[in-house]
C-alpha cells in the first residue's frame, strides 16, 4: 500500500477483554515495529519484526502482550485480559530494511481506550 | 544507554518567523541516525528530516533544517518561515544500532509548537 495502516483507528474495549489490534505495513518493507504512546508520555517501544520473525521479545510490557506477523506483511499486536493502564495510542512504523537509513514510517495508530 | 533530551516543553512563535527546536542525545556508538518527527492533533508521525552521524553537512528538507553539532551532541530542528499548519508536537528521535532491537528509535519528549497568527 502508498502507507503504513492500522485499523481500528480506535478500539473502546472493557477491563479484562482481550483486544487485536492490526498494522498493514508498506509493501516491501521487511522491517515492522510497534510503538505505544501513553498520553503525555513520548513513545515506548514494543516489538520489531524482521520478516515474519520476532528474535526479541523484551520490550513487551507483560505476558499480556503477544504480536506475530504473517506472510512477511501484516502484523497484529494483542492484548489478552485488557487493564486500563493499557490505554494508550499504540503506532506501528514499516522500514525497507533494519538500517532505517531510509526512515521509518508510522501509521495513524489505533487509540485504545479500556474502560 | 542511548537517550533522547528536549527541554523545551512548548514553545511559541510569530507565523513567518524561524523558530529552533532543541534536541540532545547521549550515545556511545560512533554510527547512529538522527530523526525529526512532526505529530499533528490527528495522531499520526510524519517523517520530517534525517541526519546521518558521519554526514558532514547539516540536512535540510524545505523548510526544515537540523543544526547538527557532533561535539555538543546536539541534532536541532530549525523550522524557518513558520506557518500555522506548524503546530503540532515535535519528536527528536535516534536510531539504535541494528543489533539492538532492530534499529528501534529512542524518542524525546517532545515539544510541542504553537504558531501564532
Known amino acids: 500500500g502508498a502507507g503504513v495502516s492500522q485499523s481500528p483507528s480506535n478500539k473502546v474495549t472493557e477491563k479484562g477483554k482481550d483486544v487485536e489490534l492490526r498494522c498493514d505495513p508498506i509493501?516491501?518493507?521487511?522491517?515492522l515495529y510497534w510503538y505505544r504512546q501513553s498520553l503525555g508520555q513520548g513513545l515506548e517501544f514494543l516489538i520489531y519484526?524482521?520478516?515474519?520473525?520476532?528474535?526479541?521479545k523484551s520490550g513487551l510490557p507483560s505476558d499480556r502482550f503477544s504480536a506475530e506477523r504473517t506472510g512477511g506483511s501484516v502484523s497484529t499486536l494483542t492484548i489478552q485480559r485488557t487493564q486500563q493502564e493499557d490505554s494508550a495510542v499504540y503506532l506501528c512504523?514499516?522500514?525497507?530494511?533494519?538500517?532505517?537509513?531510509?526512515?521509518?514510517?508510522f501509521g495513524s495508530g489505533t487509540r485504545l481506550t479500556v474502560v | 544507554a542511548q537517550k533522547i533530551t528536549q527541554t523545551q516543553p512548548g514553545m511559541f512563535v510569530q507565523e513567518k518567523e524561524a523558530v529552533t527546536l532543541d534536541c540532545t542525545y547521549d550515545?556511545?556508538?560512533?554510527?547512529?541516525?538522527l530523526f525529526w518527527y512532526k505529530q499533528p492533533s490527528s495522531g499520526e508521525m510524519i517523517f520530517l528530516i534525517y541526519?546521518?552521524?558521519?554526514?558532514?553537512q547539516n540536512a535540510t528538507e524545505g523548510r526544515y533544517s537540523l543544526n547538527f553539532q557532533k561535539a555538543r551532541k546536539s541534532a536541532n530542528l530549525v523550522i524557518s518561515a513558520s506557518q500555522l499548519g506548524d503546530s503540532a508536537m515535535y519528536f527528536c528521535a535516534m536510531r539504535e544500532p541494528f543489533y539492538n532491537q532492530g534499529g528501534k528509535l529512542i524518542f524525546g519528549q517532545g515539544t510541542e509548537l504553537s504558531v501564532k497568527p
Open positions: 541526519q546521518g552521524s558521519y554526514d558532514e
Open positions: 550515545t556511545s556508538d560512533q554510527s547512529y541516525g
Open positions: 519484526f524482521q520478516g515474519n520473525s520476532a528474535p526479541d
Open positions: 509493501s516491501g518493507h521487511t522491517a
Open positions: 512504523a514499516s522500514s525497507p530494511d533494519l538500517r532505517g537509513s531510509y526512515g521509518y514510517t
